[in-house]
């Protein structure tokens, strides 16, 4: 009893001992947060990354400690980032995969302790940062890239970095920036603590502000040509597109028992659209885009959604894209499908169609399903779609398309594809029936930021919304409110120049990687802590026999 009164009095000294660290990490999560949308305050990023400098920088910060620390720092994030997870299926899966996201920044943590005595540490933390990015858009079941930091900044003017090296790179900038700053104070605390006459070294502030010097460098460089390009600059040829948000009877895991009615929205409100056409209210769009699961009734398979759609396709004298769950040939009795986007021409019914590449753990596919099915009763909601393959791009009125499906756009590789392959225009066909609006709008951020990226107007289709149509230089042209009809009738151009990002971001993100496995490498060459320890621990071992 004695010695279980000890443990828990130096425990409670030591969580005592490290409150000042818990609460600035707590903070820092909170900032962090309130970088992305639906919030969009986007220099707290900065700051956010300036206080776990401060954090991870102390000398008593242990590894053992700083993953704490940054364990802390990744749930004070990520729980109130998602909430919507839980929005319709309960606290636990918003709970469980936000702790299990926040173990991500906690490794980060213990890897900065690590390279924390290295000459311009900011630079090593802010490539170990962009190691556990790609490491949490990688593993588990594919990775879950919600809540990179670039997707916070499509408001802020870095976000031409993105055309660079895409989100990878924009990450990277604004971790080293924040970091940076951080140094150029602790090196400013340090001077005015100094007793006058003593030896100060090399200034601490070069580096740091190097590197923030050559970012606001990069930035004004990249930034007028990102800017050109969104004003519509330039001899691309102007063609106008046609949105259509059908919006469902109610929100909610019950979305697919609403298909006939939420596929007849869709056909109506396009109806309405060929109205305004006819009356000269809008103009004649070249082609329609719908939503994903705007037809969970496989048109391919049923006649009457087939008429349906073909009724809507011929009213607007346009193809459509209609976003459909289609039949595939499954495993005994397992109902699989392909989650597709068909270009639906008007008198001549389907044409070409993108098959979902990326399909959604937990959602549309469940991962050990006799294992998770024990943990949630909704387990069993979760689809059979399988993956397609293709080139990502489909041809509307001759127009080459690039179709990131919902999902999808979160990866950098499927619009890079589809882009690489010959896309004018980026459509992002989206499904959120089942989340909340502050979810659309953290999704619209990936849309935002892959125009940038890939220099191309970005068309956003939602059931519920929020639809959208972005310029090359992330600004909204047009959108909708959410949860409710409406078509969007907007011009834009095609455009076919590549930039660095699509010809290369695979590199730029190797050589960000490189960098962060590189400085724990130099750190333990550099000190040689790691070699010593192990030998020391050795003797201990060897005396104690």
């Known amino acids: ?98 702790l299990a996201e926040a173990v991500f920044p906690g490794l980060f943590g213990a890897a900065a302790v690590l390279v924390r005595r290295l000459p311009g540490w900011p630079l090593w933390f802010a490539g170990l940062w962009s190691l556990q990015e790609w490491l949490k858009s990688t593993v588990p079941f594919g990775g879950f890239p919600w809540g990179v930091v670039a997707y916070g900044q499509t408001e802020s003017p870095l976000r031409s970095i993105a055309q660079l090296g895409g989100a990878p790179l924009l990450s990277f900038v604004v971790v080293l920036v924040g ?200 387990a069993d909601r979760a689809g059979y779609f399988i993956p397609g393959d293709g080139t990502g791009v489909v041809h509307a009125a001759g127009v080459p398309v690039g179709v990131a499906t919902c999902w999808e756009v979160i990866f950098d590789r499927a619009p890079r594809e589809s882009v690489r392959n010959g896309a004018q225009l980026l459509a992002v066909p989206s499904n959120n029936a089942t989340f909340t609006e502050s979810m659309s709008e953290q999704q619209l951020a990936f849309a935002r930021l892959r125009a940038v990226e890939h220099d191309r107007y970005v068309v956003v289709a939602g059931t519920t919304g929020i639809s959208a149509v972005i310029a090359p230089d992330g600004r909204e042209l047009a959108r909708t409110a959410f949860y409710e009809p409406a078509y969007l009738d907007q011009s834009v151009r095609l455009k076919t120049q590549l930039t660095i990002a699509t010809r290369w971001g695979p590199l730029v993100e190797g050589l960000l990687i490189a960098l962060g496995l590189g400085s724990v490498v130099i750190a333990i060459l550099h000190n040689g802590g790691f070699v010593r320890r192990r030998a020391h621990g050795d003797d201990k071992d060897r005396g104690a026999t």
């Open 179 to 378: 970091f940076s700053l951080a140094a150029i104070v602790f090196a400013i605390v340090d001077w005015w603590r100094r007793p006058a006459g003593a030896d100060s070294g090399p200034p601490a502030v070069v580096v740091p502000g190097v590197c923030i010097a050559a970012v606001l460098l990069v930035t004004a460089l990249t930034w007028p040509h990102v800017r050109q390009s969104g004003i519509g600059a330039g001899d691309d040829q102007p063609i106008t597109v046609a949105v259509v948000q059908g919006n469902v009877p109610r929100l909610g895991l019950d979305f697919n028992t609403q298909r006939r009615e939420v596929l007849e929205n869709h056909v109506e409100e396009t109806m309405r659209l060929a109205r305004d056409v006819r009356e000269g209210r809008a103009p004649q769009p070249m082609f329609v885009i719908w939503p994903e699961n705007s037809s969970d009734i496989d048109p391919l398979a049923n006649p009457d959604a087939a008429e349906l759609i073909s009724g809507a396709a011929a009213a607007i004298r346009a193809p459509i894209m209609v976003g459909a769950v289609v039949a595939a040939d499954g495993a005994g009795d397992t109902p699989a499908a392909t989650n597709s986007v068909i270009v639906w021409n008007p008198g001549s019914g389907p044409d070409e169609r993108h098959d979902k590449q990326i399909v959604q753990p937990f959602g549309e596919y469940l991962p050990w399903r006799s294992f998770f099915r024990h943990l949630s009763p909704h």
């Open 1 to 98: 009893m004695a010695e279980t009164d000890s443990r828990t009095k130096r425990f409670g000294r030591a969580v005592v001992n490290r409150l000042p660290q818990l609460g600035v990490s707590i903070v820092a999560g909170v900032l962090l947060c309130l970088s992305f949308p639906p919030f969009g305050w986007w220099p707290l990023a900065y700051l956010a990354f300036a206080l776990m400098a401060w954090v991870l920088m102390r000398g008593t910060a242990t590894a053992r400690g700083a993953f704490g620390y940054g364990f802390v720092f990744g749930a004070a994030f990520y729980l109130p980032l998602l909430p919507w997870v839980g929005a319709f299926v309960g606290p636990v899966p918003w709970i469980g995969l936000s």
